[in-house]
Every structure is written in C-alpha cells, then in structure tokens.
C-alpha cells in the first residue's frame, strides 16, 4: 500500500512545470513550492512534467533540480523524480561501482521487483550507461557473490501463485542438508533462490520450518564468521518477506549512531509508491514509535520536510 497522496484536483502539467521554473528563479529556491508538487505526484504525472518542462524551457528538470538544490534534499528530491526503473539503474550502478560483500541493495533491488520491472530496470541501466547491469555485476563482484548475485539480476521469475508442493518438501530438504553442512553457496542453493518463483520459495521454507522446526532465516544467523550469509540471508528475505527486509532496514538506518540518510533515502523513495504503509504500521508496530516521529527526530529542513511528505504525514 502506498503512502503517496496526490490531491483530488491535480493542476495541469503545464501549470506545475511553469510553479517548479518560478521556484527557481530569484535569489533563493522556492523549496516548500518543489515538495508541494513533487512529493505528491504519482510517477505518471512527474515523468510528464519532466516531459512538459524540457518542451517549454528547452531543459531537463533533473539538472535543474540538482543544481539548484544540495545534500540529502537534493538527493532524495533527485531520486523520487526519476522513473521507478531509472531510480533503480541509479541504485544499482551506484551498488556496483562501490560495491562491497556487505552491501545488499543489488539484492533488495533483483530480489523485491516484479519481473517485468527488472527487465525495465535492465534497460534503463542500458539506455544510462551504456553497458549491461550483468555484464558490470560479473566485472565488480567476486567469488561467491558473484556466484549468486548474477543469476539474481538477470532473473525473471514465474509471478503467479501456483506452487508445487512436492518440489518444496524437496527442496526444503535440499536447503537444510546445505545449510546444515554450511554450504551456503552450493549450486542448488543458488539455482533456488535465483530461478524459482516467490510464491515456490515461500512454500519451500514453510516446508522447511514444518519440517525441521526451525526457521531458515535463524538458522542462516547461526554463523556468524560467514561473511556470504548475511546477503543469503536478505536475499531469501527479500524474496518472501520485503517489509520486514524493509522495516529492519529503516530501523538500522535511524538507529545507527548518526543516521544512515543513504538507507533512509533509499527506502523512502523506492517503496512510497510500492508498499510503504505496510512498512510504516510495521515499524510502529516494532518500535513503538510512529515512523513519521522518528524521522522528525533524526532528520531536519527541507530533507525532513519532503521525507514526511512521501510517508504520508504532511501534517506531521
């Protein structure tokens, strides 16, 4: 469920590209003016505003909005404003270029999209850099995290809810020899988390639990010298179980000595329209703390602002 609120009475897009040129002119930037209308466009109506803005003003909103803006506002303003599958070939270029074994957004991102929006992601990585997202996974990554991250980031899984009960009790038996024999990364552990379906995964580890009276996720925890496991772990995660991957993710982010904006950002500006509700009544939930209050609490000005904005909570 998203957190995005879009007015009943949307203006025109010429009217809201001709607001976002007025809220760069003068000496200083309009920025209540910019999360006014950003914060609460659907990506539909801000691709065409993009759109109506190169047409009327001969330039791109974007470099505009970069260069009139700075730091962590800039950021996520910048992010939010671009097309779900252009945010993610960002996300992912950046993952790979400064990648390292305990970064997880190439498996949050090849992990939590639909099919089809990981083939979209592949070609807006494309058309951006001029190179293929497997070909620079395969040139960034080593060893057994290139072993399982390439296979994640040229999936595309079955997205139905059929599930072969059968092949999941095999499966389930499969994983826990592999895992109890700390061959996390045999080749039939990464054929299953790379190839089959979400809905197959979720049955194989119900299977699993049912089975062996224990939870895969705890006993993946059960290693702590392992430095592969915690990106197995957030991958089986991300497969079956996004808004708690999520909802961890937003609390380490805020709870870290000196917040991580990096996570916080991310999140907010790739689940707002996904499922950031449900990640939101969680995080309440877990915490105790409403989410809009901890982001308050821990972030400030316009990059507070805009934050609030996207998880729903203007009034906040």
Same mark, same amino acid.
């Given at each position: 469920?998203? !957190? ?23 000496? /200083? ?14 990506? /539909? ?9 190169? %047409? ?14 700075? +730091? ?10 671009? =097309? ?17 074994? +305990? ?7 090849? &992990? ?58 095999? %499966? ?8 109890? /024999?700390?061959?996390? +990364? ?40 392992? %430095? ?9 995660? &991300? ?20 917040? =991580? ?8 500006? !790739? ?42 909570? =203007?009034?906040?």
């Amino acid at each position: 469920m998203s !957190t995005l609120i879009v007015p009943p009475h949307v203006p025109s897009v010429a009217e809201d590209s001709e607001q976002l040129h007025k809220a760069f002119e003068g000496w /200083g930037t309009n920025e209540h003016l910019i999360i006014s209308i950003l914060a609460h466009r659907n990506a /539909g109506q801000r691709r065409a505003i993009r759109h109506a803005y190169a %047409e009327t003003y001969g330039k791109d909103l974007l470099k505009d909005l970069d260069k009139e803006l700075s +730091s962590d506002f800039e950021r996520l303003v910048l992010l939010w404003t671009l =097309d779900p599958p252009e945010r993610d070939a960002v996300l992912t270029d950046e993952a790979t270029k400064k990648w390292t074994k +305990s970064n997880q957004v190439l498996v949050e991102i090849a &992990c939590t999209r639909p099919s089809k929006g990981l083939i979209l992601v592949r070609e807006a990585y494309h058309s951006r850099f001029k190179r293929s997202l497997e070909e620079d996974v395969a040139y960034h990554t080593t060893g057994d995290f290139r072993k399982l991250l390439l296979p994640l980031v040229s999936s595309y899984r079955y997205e139905g809810d059929e599930v072969n009960l059968r092949l999941a009790k095999s %499966e389930a038996k499969i994983l826990h020899e592999k895992i109890k /024999g700390k061959h996390y +990364s045999d080749d039939d552990v990464i054929r299953i988390v790379a190839t089959r379906s979400k809905a197959q995964v979720n049955a194989t580890l119900n299977e699993y639990k049912n089975e062996f009276g224990s939870d895969i996720i705890k006993d993946l925890e059960h290693d702590d010298d392992n %430095e592969f496991l915690p990106i197995l772990k957030a991958t089986f995660e &991300c497969l079956v179980y996004p808004e708690n991957y999520f909802e961890k993710v937003l609390r380490e982010a805020i709870n870290k000595r000196g917040t =991580d904006e990096g996570a916080l950002t991310r999140i907010v500006a !790739t689940r707002a329209e996904v499922d950031l509700k449900i990640i939101k009544d969680l995080y309440h939930k877990r915490n105790s703390v409403p989410l809009h209050r901890a982001i308050v609490k821990d972030t400030h000005g316009d990059y507070e602002k805009m934050l609030v904005a996207l998880i729903g909570e =203007d009034d906040a």
